[in-house]
């Protein structure tokens, strides 16, 4: 089983000035740090799964 590097200081300072998020509907700074850490999983490894970003958010 491969693990996931961590995501590193280039991919902060991307999301930082890319406010969007390539997997979910939402802006990066509407994640909270458990969908930070679940939608870059999502990206690093390649998956299609659900959004886990807090209800009602838009």
Known sequence: MNTPAPATTDDAQAMDTDPSCTVCPHTWSEHDALGRRFC??????????????????T
Do not use: E, K, Q
């Open 40 to 57: 870059t999983a999502t990206r690093d490894v390649g998956w299609s799964r659900g959004c886990i970003c807090p209800a009602g958010t």
